[in-house]
C-alpha cells in the first residue's frame, strides 16, 4: 500500500510510537487502517481480520435478527418537551416530513463524512453499555445514568434532569387511512407557520393514563393500541428486533450526553417504537442547544449503521466498545463517496435494484484487508473478473449411455414434485393464466381448424382441432416433463398435411394413420436412446433465431386477418347510385335486351340460395368493417399493452396494480366485447361447433388401421413418417429450450425426453381418432410462463421487487385444456367475442414473445448513437462493431429463414434450425470465444478449452500479483 | 460541535499539543477539521476560512479555466510500454470500457475513501512542483525528476528509467465514424482474449515519425492530426485546459514515486492529450508492481478533485503543498457517503439534472466553518431555510399613479429589444413554430368564422375571419407589448354578437361598429389610468382554473366535431336492401298511390337541387367516414405526442431528435394527409375562401357610422360596450399573465398597459371594417411559447440541458398572421387537409397546454398512494389533506364555470373569473398563508405581512442559537 512513501522507523507493531513520525494526523485517521498500511506486515493484516472475524464469529450459523430503527428528536414546546419520531430505517431511511406530516419516499442515506467521524468520537467517548439488563425504560435510563454519573462525564446533579428527559412521551408518525385524512381536510388550520405542527391533530398521542401524562414518566409498559393497528409492522420481518436514536438539545448540558446501550435481552418498551417491535439497541445523544443539525446527522449516522447488515452483526457481537469501532472503521473502509461537486447533496437517491450482500461484502472486505488491495469500492471495481454466467447445462442433457437412461432420470426428478405441482396451482395469477391461454388457444384451434378443415376437405376441421387440442394438452400438461408448455398445432405440420392430402390417390386418413404410428415409434427410439441431448448445441443465437421467426409468424398472420375491403371510390354526392340488387339467375345471358328482373325482396344469402347473382358497386362492401375490425384488433392489443405496464405506474395500491396488470388481457377483451356490442356493427365472430360430431359425417372417431390401402403404404409410410418425427423433434425440443431458459429461474428442473415421450404416444393416439398432431408452440408457451411469473413482496420499504421464478404446476394447463374441450358448451357466451379482438391478443403475444430477446436489444443499437446506449454488460466487454456483426447474421439468418418458411420448402422448417446450429458453429471461426461467451453461449467442446484458458490466464495474474503467499495462506485458512 | 467531549485543557491555539489529549487519532484525522472543533475557538475557526478565502483571493474576480482531465496508465505489452488513456473528466467521469474499446456513459465519478485518504498522503509526501516553466514534457520530466533525485525520493540510478516511462507514446481512445467501425465489422478477431486489444485496429498511434517512435521519447511537441480532428474538443470549453494524470506500475521502483505539478504556463504537450488542449496541471504516480488497481483509484481521485470547481480553483491559486492538503480537506469536508449496505458501488450514477455551483458551495463551506454547523450536505439540509419563490411582481404592474404611466413604461421598456425582436427570430425552430401556430389559427378562424357565419346570417363569415384575424394579429405582434401572445376570436364574444344580432331590430353593424368605438375609449381610459395594475391579484389558483377551462373548452370542441353517424343497423346480408333514392317532389303527396317516380341519374345535390326528396335507409350514412374521421384525428393526436417525446429517446443523435421533436406537428399532419389522400375516402376538408369579398354580398368593407339607427343608439350602445370591455380585459390580461409566467423565463419583459393598448384601437379599426372583435387566445399562446423554448446546448458530457427561456421576437407571430392573409392563395394546397387532422392539432393543443399546470400534478396526487407520490416540494411542507382540500376546491370552481359557460351565462365568463379571485380571497381564510404560499401564491397585501412572520422566526431562531455573536461577526466581516 500507499504507506511504504514512509516506512514507519520504529517497530511496527507499537502503533503508539509511530504516530508521531507522520508529517500529518491524517494518517492516523484510522488506527485499524494504519495496521493495514505497514508495508508487508502480513502478520498484522491477519490479526486485524482476525479480529473482525472474531467479532462476526468463525462458523457464523445463527444469523443475527434484522434490526428496525427508529429516530426521535427531542421536541420543544414551550416549557414541555416531547421526543417526535423524525425518521425510521428498515433497510432504507424513511423521513417525517416536518410541513408534510407524511413519511417521504424511502432513499438511500446519504451521509456527511462529518456525522459519521463524529459518531465515531461518541463511541469513543460516551458510555458504551453492552448486554444491559432491562425490562423496562425508567430503568434503563436509571443505568444509563448510574454510568455516566460513575465516568464522571455528568455531574450527579443533571441526574434528575436527564432522566426527566428522556422518560419524554414519544409521538409517532401514523399513516392514517385516506378516509380519516379525507375527512381532515376541512378542518380549518390557520394557527402561524411556526406552530403548525404543534397543534395538528394528525398525530396519535401514547397516553395510557391521562392522569400520569406529564408525571415524571411519560412512558407506559405495555404497546398501545396505535402500535398495534400499525400496517408498517407487516413491513417488518417477523424476528426483527427495534434499535431506538433519540436526539435532543438541551439546555442544563454544557457538553455532548451519549451512551450506546445493548440489551441482554429484547425488550418491548412501552411506546418508545412505533411498532410493537422489541428493542434491543439504544442510542442516545443529549447536548446543548445550537447543534441541533449536527446532532440530528450523527443520530443518522449511527441509525444507517444499525440496519447495515456487517454493523448490526458487528453490533450484536460486539465485546467492547472497540469491537464497536472496529465496526465503524469497517463501514468507513467500504463506503462509497461522491464528490460534492457532482451531485446536489439534497436529491433523494432512489433504491437500487440490488445491493451487495453481507456476505459478499464480508468476503471482498476480508480479501482486500489481506491482499492490501483496498475495497473492491468504486465502479469497475472487480471487473476483470466478471464474466458472462456460462451456459448451464443440467444433468437433464447428459448422456447417460444407458436404454431409457434419460427418460428414468426426467421421471424420478419429476415424481418429488406431483403434489406441489396441484397446490402451487392455486393462486388468484392462475386464473388469469388459464383466461389468457385458454383464450390463445381456442384462437389457434379455430385458425389452424379452419385451414386444416381446407386444407383436408374437412376430414380434419374445427371440431376436430378442438378436441384434439384438448386431448393433448390435458394428457401432456398431466404427464409431461414439462407442464408449462403449451401444445398446438403448428405451421409446418399443416403444410404436410395438405401436401399428404393433395399428392396422393391412397386413402388418407388410413396413411396418416400409419405415418403417425412410424413417427411415434421413431420418437420412441429417441427417447430410449437419449438423443435429446444433442440440444445443448443449441445456443442463445439458435434460439433467438427461431423464437423471432415464430413471433414474426405469429404477429404477421394477426396482421393479415384484420384485411377487409374499403369501398374507396364511394362519393356522398352519389349515394343515390350506390346499391346491391339480386338478379334472377335465367335473366344473366339476354340481360342487355330486357334489362335484369331484379329481385329486391330477397336476402343475399337467399339470393344465392336461389341461384341468383349479386349485381351492384356495393355487394362487395360491408360499411365500417374495415376500420372497427381495426380499432378493436389495434385497441385491445395496445390496452392489453397499457394495463400490462400499469404495473411499474405511480397510480393506485401495489396490490390492485398487479391485480390490474395480471389481468390485463381479460380486462382488454372485455372492454372490446362491449365497444363491439355497443356499436352493434356486425363484425366477424368467434363461432365454435355446437355438436359433438366429426366435421365431415361420412368419417367415424375412430380410425381403422388396415383395409384401405396396399400392404407395402404401411412399410412404406416409414419414409414421411421420418419426416414428421424430425420435425416434431426440433419444433419440441427448441420451444422445450427456450421455456426452460436459465432467465425463467424454473426449480423443478425439465423433462426433455419425458416430454418427447409423450408427444410421440399423443401422436399416435391422434392419428388413431383422425385428430391434428401436436407439439409445442413457443410462442403461447412463452406467453404461459410469463403470466405466471412470480416477484418477492417487497418486505423493506424502497426495496425492489425481485423475480422470483415462475409458479411452476401442472393446474393452469390442465385447466385450459379442459376449457378448451367443453368451450362446446360455452358457444352462446364465446359467440359475443369478435375475432379482431383475438387477433389482437394474438398481435400481443407475438409482440411480448419478442421482449426481453436479446437480440431484439442489439437490433436496437443500431439506431442508437454509442453515448445513449444502455449499459448492457456485453457493451462493456465486446466492441460495438463485433455486436453488429453478429447481430447482422442473425438478422440475416432470419431473413433467410422467412423467406424459405413463405415458401413450400416451410416443410422442411425444422430442418434449418439445424441450418442455424450450423451457422454459430462456424461463428466460432469469425468471432473470438470471449465476444461469443458474451454475446451467445459457448459451444460444449469450446467450453473446456475456454476454461483452460481461463485458468492460465489467472495463473499469469496470480506470479504478478504482490503477496501470492499471502492469498494461498488465506484459502488454507478458510 | 462534538469536541467539547473532551475540551482540551491547554492553550486551544496551540494544537500541537492538544494532539496528545484526545484517546484516538480519529479526533486528529483532518488538523483543520481539529481547528474547528475546538469550542467556541471562534478566533481559529476564523482563520481557518481565511486561510481558504486567502488561497481561493478575497474579491476573486477572475474566474479560473475549465480544466479537462485525461487520465493515461501504463501498458505492458511484453518489454514495450506505452501510456493508454483510461478515463477522461470534463465535468463527470467517461471511462474507457477495456473489451468495449468505447467511451461509458458520463457519470458521476464514485469514489473510495481509501483513495481519498491516500490521494491525500500522496500529496504530502510526493513532489510538488508549482509554476513550473515548462515547454516540452522532456523537460518537465526531467525537472520532476531532478526534484524527486534532490529531496532523496528516488536514487540518481532510477533517473533514466522513469524518465523512459514517462516519455512512452500515448494512446488515445477515439471514437470512429460510424462508416469506419461497420467498415471493420467484418475484420476477422481471433485472436485470444487476454491480446485482443493489442492488435486492434481501433486505436490511432500518435506517431508522428516513425522511425523515433521506439527512441527514448515517444512524444512528439506538435498537436497531431488525430488530435485537431477529435470531435470531442466540441464538447470542452473553450478557454479549457488541461490536466494529465499519469499512473503505472513498474518493476523497478521499490516505493511509489509521486509528483504534482502546475506550469507556468499552459502547454501543448504534443500528444499527451487527446484534443490540442493546452496541459497546466501533471499528476504522475508510478509505483511496483500488484497495486494497480489501488492506484487506479488514486488516480480517479485526483482527476475528480482536478474537475472539481473549488479544488481546482484552489489548485491554479495554491502556493504549496499545505493549499493542496487545505483544498482536499474542504473536499472531504464535502463529501456525500453512500452506506456500502444500501447501495452497489457497481452501479454507474447517471449525473444529476442540477449541481451545486461553486459559488454556492463556497458561500455554504464557509458559513458552516464559522458556525460550526458541519456542511449543509445529507438530504433535508438547509431545509428550513428552503422557502417558494415569492410572487414576482414586477415593474410592470406597479400603479404609477400618472396619465399612461405604465403605458408609457412599457413603451420605454419595449422599445430597446426592436432589434432583437426580429433579429432572434431567424432559427429554424421558428419555421416549425409557424407551421403549427398558422395551422392551429386558421382552424380556429375557419372554426369560428363558421359559428360567426351562423350566428349573423353571413355579416361576419368565413371570408371576414381570416382577414380579421390576419389583420389584428400582425399588428399586435408588431407592436404590441408581449409579441408572443396570438390573437384568435374566442367563445364569449361569439356568443355576445349573437345575442347583440339577434335581440334587436336596430340596424346591426352599426350598432356593432358604436360598440366597439364606445369599447375602445373603455380600453384606453383603463390603459392610462393604469387599471392593468389589479391583475396582481391573479394567482396561480386563478390562472390555473382560466387555464384549465380554456383547455377543456379547446379538448371537447375538438371531441365534438368527431361526431359523424355510423349505419349501425347495417347487416352485410341485407346489403340488397340499402339504398337512398330521389324522388320526384311533384308525386311526394299520392306517393301511396302510384308508387315514387324514382330519379335514379340525379345525384344527391342535384337531387336537392331540382327539389326532389331523399328516401331510403342509406341516405344519412357516408360508410366509413366516422372511423376514417377517428383514426385521422386520434393518429395526429397521438403522433404528434409521441414525436414530441421522441426527443428524450435513445435513438438517433441529439440534433435530429430534437428537429423531430421541433417539426412533429407537421410531420403528423403530412403523415395523416398522406394516409387520406391514400384512402381516399371523402373526408371533409379544409376549404377556405378563394375570392376576396365579404360573405354577404349586400354589405361593403367599411361600415359607416351614421345613418341607419337613431342618435340615441350612439350613446347607448356604450352599456354593452362596457360588457364587452370588461369581457376583452379579464381574457386578455389573464391571458397575459400566464405567457408571462415566470417557469416560462421571459427575459423582455411584458407589456399589459401596451397590450390593452392595441386590443383597444384594433376594436375600433375591425368595427370599422365589419371585421370580428380579437383578443388574447390562451391556448394557442401557450403552444406558441412552447414550440419556442430554448435548451441550452449540452456542455460537458452528462451535462442535463437546462431550460434557458423562450424565443422572445415578433417574427413568428408576424409571419403567422401574414400567412394567414395569404392563405386565400394557398387554397389549392390548403384543401387537401383533412379537417379531422387539424382538430387532432387542436386536441393537442388543448391538452399540452393542459401539461405542466401543477393543479393536473396535484389532481393525479389523489389516485396516487403517499409512498408512490412525486417528490414535489409542496409535499414535503404541506400536509396532503391541506393539499387535496385546495385541489378540491379548485375542481369545485372549475365543474361551476364548466356549467355555467355551457349555459347563456358564458357571456359574463370573463366576470366569472373575477369570481375566482373572491375565491381565492376567502381561502385566506381557509388555509393557514405558509400552505398558500406552496400551493399558490401570497396575495399582494398578505405579502409583506408574511415578510414581518418570517423574519420574527427568523429572530426566534437565532436567539436559539449558540454562538450568535460569531454569526453576526463573520457578517460585518462581509
Not at 426483527?240 to 450506546?260: H, M, Q, R, T, Y
Request: include cysteine; charged fraction near 20%.
Amino acid at each position: 500500500m500507499l504507506m511504504n512513501f514512509d516506512p514507519p522507523p520504529g517497530d511496527s507493531e507499537s502503533p503508539g510510537l509511530v504516530v508521531l513520525q507522520f508529517s500529518s494526523p491524517i494518517q492516523l485517521q484510522l488506527q485499524a487502517e494504519h495496521f493495514k498500511r505497514v508495508p508487508n506486515s502480513s502478520k498484522l493484516a491477519k490479526k486485524l481480520t482476525h479480529a473482525l472475524r472474531y467479532i462476526l464469529g468463525e462458523d457464523d450459523d445463527m444469523p443475527t435478527p434484522t434490526l428496525f430503527t427508529e429516530m426521535d428528536t427531542l421536541q420543544h414546546d414551550g416549557d414541555e418537551m416531547e421526543w417526535k419520531e423524525s425518521a425510521r430505517w428498515v433497510k432504507f431511511e424513511e423521513k417525517v416530513e416536518e410541513g408534510g406530516e407524511r413519511w417521504s419516499k424511502p432513499h438511500v442515506s446519504t451521509l456527511t463524512l462529518h456525522s459519521l467521524f463524529e459518531l465515531r468520537t461518541c463511541i469513543q467517548t460516551g458510555s458504551v453499555l453492552l448486554d444491559l439488563e432491562g425490562y423496562s425504560l425508567p430503568q434503563i435510563v436509571d443505568d444509563i445514568v448510574d454510568r455516566q454519573v460513575a465516568d464522571g462525564l455528568i455531574g450527579p446533579e443533571l441526574r434528575e434532569k436527564v432522566s426527566f428527559v428522556l422518560l419524554r412521551k414519544h409521538r409517532h408518525q401514523h399513516k392514517k387511512p385516506i378516509h380519516l385524512s379525507l375527512a381532515d381536510m376541512g378542518k380549518s388550520n390557520n394557527s402561524p407557520t411556526s406552530e403548525k405542527w404543534c397543534v395538528s391533530t394528525c398525530f396519535s398521542y401514547d397516553v395510557s393514563d391521562p392522569a400520569q401524562s406529564r408525571s415524571m414518566n411519560d412512558i407506559s409498559d405495555k404497546p398501545s393500541t396505535d402500535q398495534m393497528k400499525n400496517k408498517f409492522m407487516k413491513k417488518i420481518p417477523r424476528d426483527a428486533e427495534a434499535s431506538n436514536v433519540l436526539i435532543g438539545e438541551v439546555d442544563f448540558l454544557d457538553k455532548p450526553f451519549v451512551a450506546f446501550v445493548r440489551l441482554a435481552q429484547a425488550t418491548t418498551l412501552g411506546g418508545l417504537t412505533e411498532v410493537p417491535v422489541p428493542t434491543r439497541f439504544l442510542f442516545v445523544l443529549l447536548g446543548p442547544h445550537g447543534k441541533g443539525k449536527s446532532y440530528n446527522e450523527i443520530g443518522r449516522a449511527i441509525a444507517t449503521l444499525m440496519v447495515d447488515d456487517l454493523f448490526s452483526d458487528v453490533a450484536y457481537k460486539a465485546r467492547d466498545r472497540d469491537d464497536l469501532i472496529a465496526g465503524i472503521d469497517e463501514f468507513l473502509d467500504e463506503v462509497i463517496v461522491l464528490p460534492p461537486g457532482e451531485w446536489d447533496p439534497k436529491i433523494r437517491i432512489e433504491p437500487p435494484k440490488k445491493v451487495p450482500s453481507a456476505d459478499m461484502r464480508y468476503k471482498l472486505y476480508v480479501f482486500s484487508q489481506v491482499n492490501g488491495t483496498g475495497t473492491a469500492g468504486g465502479p469497475g471495481g472487480g471487473e476483470d473478473e466478471e464474466m458472462p454466467i456460462p451456459h448451464e447445462l443440467g444433468e437433464e442433457l447428459q448422456f447417460t449411455g444407458r436404454f431409457c437412461g434419460g427418460l428414468w432420470l426426467d421421471i424420478k426428478r419429476k415424481v418429488p414434485w406431483i403434489l406441489s405441482d396441484f397446490s402451487q396451482g392455486f393462486h388468484i395469477q392462475s386464473i388469469s393464466a388459464v383466461l389468457f391461454i385458454y383464450l390463445g388457444c381456442i384462437t389457434n384451434a379455430i385458425t389452424f381448424g379452419g385451414l386444416l378443415g381446407d386444407a383436408t376437405d374437412n376430414y380434419q376441421g374445427v371440431m376436430e382441432s378442438f378436441l384434439g387440442t384438448a386431448l393433448a394438452g390435458t394428457v401432456f400438461c398431466l404427464l409431461g416433463g414439462q407442464p408449462l408448455i403449451i401444445l398446438s398445432s403448428t405451421g409446418p405440420i399443416l403444410i404436410f398435411e395438405k401436401l399428404l392430402y393433395e399428392s396422393n390417390t391412397i386413402d388418407y386418413m388410413e396413411l396418416r394413420l400409419w405415418i403417425g404410428l412410424h413417427s411415434c415409434l421413431q420418437c420412441l427410439i429417441l427417447v430410449a436412446t437419449d438423443a435429446s441431448y444433442i440440444i445443448k448445441y443449441i445456443t442463445r443465437f439458435t434460439e433467438e433465431g427461431f423464437s423471432s421467426l415464430i413471433s414474426f409468424i405469429f404477429i404477421s398472420d394477426a396482421i393479415k386477418k384484420m384485411y377487409y375491403p374499403i369501398n374507396r371510390v364511394f362519393k356522398p354526392d352519389y349515394v343515390t347510385t350506390y346499391r346491391c340488387e339480386c338478379i334472377a339467375p335465367d335473366q344473366g345471358d339476354h340481360l342487355s335486351v330486357t334489362g335484369p328482373t331484379l329481385l329486391p325482396r330477397l336476402s343475399k344469402k337467399e339470393c344465392v340460395k336461389y341461384g341468383g347473382a349479386l349485381l351492384g358497386n356495393a355487394c362487395k362492401y360491408v360499411p365500417d368493417l374495415a376500420l372497427i375490425s381495426f380499432i378493436l384488433f389495434f385497441g385491445t392489443y395496445s390496452m392489453t399493452v397499457s394495463l400490462k405496464k400499469f404495473k411499474t405506474s405511480r397510480y393506485f395500491p401495489t396490490k390492485l396494480r398487479k391485480l390490474i396488470s395480471d389481468f390485463s388481457i381479460f380486462m382488454s377483451i372485455m372492454t372490446f366485447v362491449g365497444l363491439d356490442m355497443l356499436v352493434g356493427l356486425d363484425t366477424p365472430k368467434l363461432i365454435v361447433p355446437t355438436e359433438f360430431q366429426p366435421t365431415r359425417p361420412d368419417r367415424g372417431w375412430v380410425v381403422m388401421p388396415f383395409g384401405k390401402n396396399p400392404w407395402w403404404v404401411y412399410v412404406a409410410s416409414a419414409v414421411p413418417a421420418l419426416l414428421v418425427t424430425i420435425l416434431i423433434f426440433m419444433d419440441q425440443q427448441i420451444s422445450a429450450v427456450i421455456v426452460n431458459r436459465k432467465e425463467n429461474k424454473l426449480k423443478k428442473g425439465c423433462g426433455y425426453h419425458l416430454d418427447l415421450f409423450w408427444v410421440g404416444i399423443l401422436m399416435a393416439v391422434c392419428s388413431f381418432l383422425g385428430l391434428p398432431w401436436y407439439v409445442a408452440a413457443t410462442v403461447i408457451s412463452i406467453a404461459h410462463i410469463d403470466s405466471l411469473k412470480m416477484e418477492s413482496e417487497s418486505s423493506a420499504p424502497g426495496e425492489q421487487p425481485q423475480f422470483l421464478g415462475v409458479r411452476e404446476q401442472r393446474l393452469t394447463g390442465i385447466l385450459v385444456f379442459v376449457l378448451t374441450g367443453v368451450s362446446i358448451f360455452l358457444a352462446p357466451v364465446l359467440q359475443y367475442i369478435p375475432m379482431p379482438v383475438l387477433y389482437g391478443v394474438f398481435l400481443y403475444m407475438g409482440v411480448a414473445s419478442l421482449a426481453g430477446i436479446q437480440f431484439w436489444e442489439r437490433i436496437k443499437l443500431y439506431l442508437m448513437p454509442a453515448k445513449h446506449q444502455p449499459d448492457f454488460s456485453f457493451l462493456r466487454h465486446v466492441p460495438l462493431r463485433r455486436v453488429h456483426l453478429f447481430t447482422l447474421v442473425q438478422i440475416i439468418c432470419l431473413a433467410v429463414l422467412w423467406t424459405l418458411k413463405s415458401t413450400v420448402a416451410a416443410i422442411i422448417f425444422p430442418v434449418m434450425i439445424l441450418g442455424l446450429m450450423v451457422v454459430r458453429k462456424m461463428m466460432d471461426l469469425m468471432f473470438s470465444q470471449h465476444d461469443l461467451a458474451w454475446l451467445d453461449d459457448i459451444l460444449p467442446e469450446k467450453e473446456k478449452k475456454k476454461e483452460k484458458d481461463g485458468k492460465k490466464k489467472k495463473d499469469h495474474k496470480r506470479t504478478k500479483a504482490a503477496e501470492p503467499e499471502s492469498d494461498e495462506e488465506v484459502r488454507d485458512e478458510d
